[in-house]
Antibody, heavy 120, light 112 residues
């Protein structure tokens, strides 16, 4: 059974940093691209970042470029999201998701999410 | 970015009834490879999204045949037949044709 479990969320002040983790199990982690998708309170879903199966390629939505860094440790089957220079508009639940597709991207399994609140 | 517009915003349905959700994209979702990368997700209350339909009309593993997707180009529909309590939640369409890939704002399905 595919399992994704996020951790590391919480309350953080604007301008500070936070690192999210996602522990994966139930599948061969290093065979899959992975992604972070966020959902602001009472809002819809937004793709945040993607990393290729081997970590050689990364992609970001414009609003987080230069502030967020996606990475992975295939030996530990763990995905990360380093979030720097946080803003109030980054407040959201962050989901780790297994990504599928080559000429397309979609997400077939999601974790339960971890909430990040950026506030002073 | 491609804008995905879902209608209605919310929907009331009786158990055992039938309903449909519309999703319209601001650009054609036909990819240069000939495929149309339109997906549907359901987010049940308090849960993360789950994949229902991929490439317009294909049900993901374990999804009952009460769910069916259709459409082409810029207009797509998710139909739910014989609605059951576990079908309630927010439905999102998602396009994987034009980067950056985008979700619709969601349609909330509630009990009448």
């Amino acid at each position: 059974e595919v399992q994704l479990v996020e951790s590391g969320g919480g309350l953080v002040q604007p301008g500070r940093s936070m690192k999210l983790s996602c522990a994966a199990s139930g599948f061969t982690f290093n065979n899959y691209d992975m992604a972070w998708v966020c959902q602001a309170p009472k809002k819809g879903l937004e793709w945040v970042a993607t990393i290729s199966y081997d970590g050689s390629s990364t992609y970001y939505r414009d609003s987080v470029k230069g502030r967020f860094t996606i990475s992975r440790d295939n030996a530990k089957s763990t995905l990360y999201l380093q979030m720097d220079s946080l803003r109030s508009e980054d407040t959201a639940t962050y989901y780790c998701a297994r990504q599928r597709g080559i000429t397309t991207w979609y997400f077939d399994f999601w974790g339960p999410g971890t909430m990040v609140t950026v506030s002073s | 970015d491609v804008v995905m517009t879902q209608t209605p915003v919310s929907l009331s349905v009786s158990l055992g009834g039938q309903t449909s959700i519309s999703c319209r994209s601001s650009q054609s979702l036909v990819h240069s490879d000939g495929n149309t990368y339109l997906y549907w997700y359901l987010q049940k209350p308090g849960q993360s999204p789950q994949l229902l339909i991929y490439k317009v009309s294909n049900r993901f593993s374990g999804v009952p045949d009460r769910f069916s997707g259709s459409g082409s180009g810029t207009d797509f529909t998710l139909k739910i037949s014989r609605v059951e309590p576990e079908d309630l939640g927010v439905y999102y369409c998602y396009q994987g044709t034009h980067y950056p890939y985008t979700f619709g704002a969601g349609t909330k399905l509630e009990l009448k």
